[in-house]
């Protein structure tokens, strides 16, 4: 780790190479994090790059407050947001997986790779807010608190949101469960 | 559905393997701009002019990429479009080298777009014969010449057409498809592999189409985790940089009497410009540099009648095209060509392989201009390859060119991609050019990139500062440019600046033809540098002036005296024309009211003073010195009324480039009613023998500019 923050502090230091470096090491983890947060690759990828190109105009702005990858998440989860609102401007949310829109009852709990899917499309579907709480804290292990050091809210605001996405989520799939 | 189900299922996600070039892409694309806001946040803190010059940068491109990427669909019909795009200059420039080797006709001039002239490449390397091992590349006669009629046939296109295919908007998916593996078959032998050895080895014909099919798919199909991605090539897009200047505007004689500027050898602009003209897209204003748009050309000048002075000026004046009551001042010089036995070089070719060279109009493209440039050569030269970028390493040990087979096949065992190390690969190269440094010989590192300068020295500044301290050890320094969407043209020119040597851009095998064989002996060997011009005009016989281009290579007046101050350079056979527009006293066409305060002492001033003067329009003065010397030599010369007139076809031809050029920049200075015509016509008046058609080329392209914007 103290690899990273050297490389952290040269990046910050405008050395492009350990730039180029810093990128490279994490860009699978922000990948992984932006396809969490809209489902498919093609996205994913266009979120990824611009999360990149938000990370070379705003790594001074990483004070070390954080864990580094906890604060990646969150250039990732904005780039993923201001993509959606651009993108919104010119179509339709992007069509979701049809998939994920099969009838969410069959064969759902047999097929329990097409039922993580489904959980993933509602998940996708949740406001940003309680999409991004539950992200950090459900897939990417983070204590409330530190997903709220990562988002900038209050702790009680993670924990919250996070009460809230499962109300949904519940809702959601309970009901398909009494059924399955 | 619990919290330890969610969890297990958010975590378990399958996430889909990411694409190894998208990541090269985004790692790039931030790379880029991390740099550049690098560069912003210095400009802020130092506020130096100079220091924008050098880097200056145009803010918006990592914001035009974004835009681009974000509308995934228009951008995957455009990627279709730039491969295929890219590709089609390839088998296109092959067919008529085929044509020639098959046919033997000499029909060079093949439509208007990038690869015509091929013919001469193909019959200069095949009548060369067994002494030059290119010569049996090109003798699979009877096979190629039938993959080019395929080609065609499958293409369903004629060789006009093909560029207006070019110039479709994205909306056609299925055609550009079948374009794309068409293109692909004839390149398809994957990026490393020579492109030359690939055509002629077309036994491998089916398999490779397979591969090309493969790949085609790979970029519409909206990309699936395929063990094959490697295989698709690398895109880029808008983050082309060049230097932001503004057009020079008219001087009042009497408040600016003199015009000092540094010769600009490069062309790099006119192929940039080329490229994208055919491929139907306007080139922004920073990238036409009117000097460069000029200077692309040879002109017929007077040579020095003595051989000690390199070059001598030859001065003309005729009517300006675009303006009323203005006139063009003309002041051409031609370089001496040299004269028996070419000087020995010593060349380290300092090589890009980062993936993104791995696209077949960069890497590939590369080699084989190596190759032709290596075919010039004499035995007794050395050559040394170090690369950077991908793999930072020496590819080839100084090697003399009598060992032809060693260099080539260290050529072809060069491949792109591969993480990117950060060691220096400039220090290597420089050192090896070192080790065999020989007094006698021309030593120089010959750097080839994408825009990727991850060469060791990550800043800019020292960048240039490194290779203007290996210069005055006699080491130069000459860039050649490839590909498109990343293209780093500002770097590029000041690197070749300070390293005394050209920046070119190399778009097609045509322009390494010109640039590597035809002016072989003016880029590799300089016979005068720094080469600085002032003119002082006379206030008497002229009002206001204007010089065409030149402005990135602005001068101080105080410049032109001091040795120490850098300029361009000129090397054997090169001509530089610069053009001033030039509005007489009395002309109706002054644009300043004469000032009604404070004239009247100059008055008295230069009555004494005209006496000797009177028909001197003005006063040319030129400073140059030998490559060796460090002490500059004047030339000087006065420009008379006699000359009026005096302009021929060389001067019309490059008075209807400056033309173009300017109407690309907007034509601020001409008049409404100068068109695209006009150009046309002046072009034809000035055409003359036009050797290898660069000039028919050079019509051609005023007329696709005109049909692009109709």
């Known amino acids: ?180 | 559905m619990d919290d330890a189900q969610l969890k297990k299922i958010l975590q378990d996600i399958d996430v889909p393997e990411h694409d190894i070039n998208e990541q090269k892409r985004a790692v790039n694309v931030a790379v880029s701009e991390f740099k550049a806001h690098q560069q912003e946040k210095e400009k802020k803190s130092q506020g130096s002019s100079f220091l924008s010059r050098l880097m200056g940068r145009n803010s918006q491109n990592g914001r035009e990429t974004m835009e681009q990427k974000s509308n995934k669909k228009l951008l995957q019909g455009t990627a279709m479009l730039v491969v295929a795009g890219a590709l089609f200059a390839v088998p296109f420039m092959y067919e008529n080298m085929y044509e020639t080797v098959g046919e033997g006709t000499t029909n060079s001039t093949a439509g208007g777009a990038g690869g015509n002239n091929f013919s001469s490449i193909a019959t200069n390397i095949s009548t060369s014969g067994a002494s030059n091992p290119f010569g049996n590349l090109f003798k699979d006669d009877q096979k190629t010449t039938e993959v080019a009629k395929l080609n065609q046939v499958e293409l369903g296109l004629t060789d006009g057409s093909q560029t207006r295919q070019d110039q479709q908007p994205a909306s056609k998916p299925a055609p550009e498809m079948e374009m794309a593996e068409a293109d692909m078959a004839a390149v398809s032998p994957a990026p490393e592999t020579s492109m030359v050895e690939g055509l002629v080895a077309n036994r491998a014909m089916k398999a490779k189409e397979r591969k090309a099919e493969g790949f085609a798919r790979h970029l519409i199909a909206p990309v699936p985790p395929q063990d094959d991605v490697h295989q698709g090539y690398y895109k880029d897009e808008g983050r082309d940089k060049f230097e932001e200047f503004n057009v020079n505007p008219f001087k009042q004689v009497s408040a600016e009497p003199v015009s000092t500027f540094s010769v600009d050898v490069d062309t790099s602009s006119y192929s940039f410009m080329r490229r994208q003209l055919n491929n139907g897209q306007m080139p922004s204003k920073s990238a036409v540099r009117v000097e460069e748009l000029i200077n692309y050309f040879d002109y017929n000048y007077a040579l020095p009648e003595d051989a000690s002075q390199p070059f001598k000026p030859t001065v003309t004046l005729m009517d300006s095209p675009w303006a009323e009551g203005k006139q063009l001042m003309q002041i051409g010089i031609k370089g001496f060509e040299i004269d028996g036995p070419q000087p020995k070089s010593n060349l380290v070719f300092l090589l890009d392989i980062s993936g993104s060279m791995n696209s077949p109009d960069k890497l590939p493209l590369l080699k084989n201009s190596l190759k032709l440039l290596l075919s010039k050569l004499n035995d007794d030269d050395t050559v040394s390859i170090v690369t950077y970028a991908g793999h930072t390493g020496v590819a080839l040990e100084p090697t003399p060119v009598s060992e032809k087979s060693t260099i080539i096949n260290a050529m072809d065992n060069l491949r792109a991609g591969g993480g990117t190390a950060g060691a220096a690969g400039i220090e290597l190269a420089y050192k090896m050019a070192e080790e065999n440094f020989d007094d006698e010989a021309v030593n120089r590192v010959i750097l080839a990139t994408d825009g990727d300068f991850n060469v060791g020295i990550s800043d800019p500044k020292k960048l240039e500062e490194y290779v203007e301290k290996k210069r005055n050890t006699g080491i130069f320094l000459s860039v050649l440019g490839f590909g498109q969407g990343n293209y780093n043209d500002h770097i590029m020119q000041s690197l070749a600046q300070n390293g005394n040597g050209v920046a070119a851009y190399i778009d097609n095998l045509n322009e390494a033809r010109k640039v590597l064989v035809e002016e072989a002996t003016s880029s590799l060997f300089p016979i005068a540098k720094d080469v600085k011009i002032q003119v002082e005009f006379n206030p008497n016989a002229v009002a206001e002036y204007r010089l065409i281009g030149y402005e990135t290579r602005h001068l101080n007046r105080e410049d032109f005296n001091n040795d120490k101050v850098d300029a361009g350079d000129i090397g054997a056979g090169h001509t530089v024309t610069a053009i001033y527009e030039i509005v007489p006293t009395g002309s109706s066409a002054v644009s300043v009211d004469p000032l009604r305060y404070g004239d009247a002492e100059e008055k008295t001033e230069t009555a004494t003073a005209d006496t000797d003067f009177s028909n001197e329009i003005a006063f040319l003065k030129m400073r140059y010195k030998l490559p060796k010397e460090d002490t500059s030599t004047l030339i000087t010369t006065p420009i008379t009324t006699a000359l009026e007139g005096t302009a021929g076809q060389e001067q019309k031809f490059a008075t209807a480039v400056a033309g173009f050029a300017q109407l690309l920049q907007g034509g601020h200075h001409l008049s409404g009613d100068f068109d695209y015509d006009d150009v046309i016509a002046l072009a034809q008046e000035g055409k003359g023998e036009d050797t290898f058609g660069y000039r028919a080329e050079f019509i051609n392209l005023v007329k696709l500019t005109k049909a692009t914007n109709q």
């Not at chain 1, 009852?105 to 993933?120: F, H, I, R």
Request: with cysteine; aromatic share 8%.
């Open chain 1, 1 to 180: 780790m103290d690899d990273e923050d050297a490389l952290i502090k040269l990046a910050q230091k405008g050395d492009a190479v350990a730039f180029e470096q810093l990128v490279n090491r994490h860009y699978v983890t922000m990948f992984k994090m932006a396809f969490k947060w809209c489902g498919n690759q093609n996205d994913a990828e266009d979120i990824t790059q611009d999360a990149c190109i938000k990370l070379a105009r705003g790594l001074d702005s990483f004070k070390g407050d954080c864990a580094f990858t906890s604060w990646l998440y969150r250039l990732t989860i904005n780039a993923g947001k201001d993509w959606y609102k651009k993108q919104n401007r010119h179509t339709q949310k992007a069509e979701p997986d049809p998939e994920a829109l099969d009838n969410v009852s069959t064969n759902a709990k047999s097929d329990s790779k097409l039922y993580a899917k489904q959980v993933l499309a509602a998940v996708q579907d949740l406001p940003d807010g309680e999409k991004e709480a539950l992200l950090l804290v459900m897939s990417e292990g983070l204590s409330h608190k530190e997903a709220a050091k990562a988002l900038g809210v209050k702790e009680s605001t993670v924990s919250w949101r996070i009460h809230e996405a499962r109300k949904k989520l519940n809702a959601q799939f309970e009901k398909e469960q009494k059924y399955g």
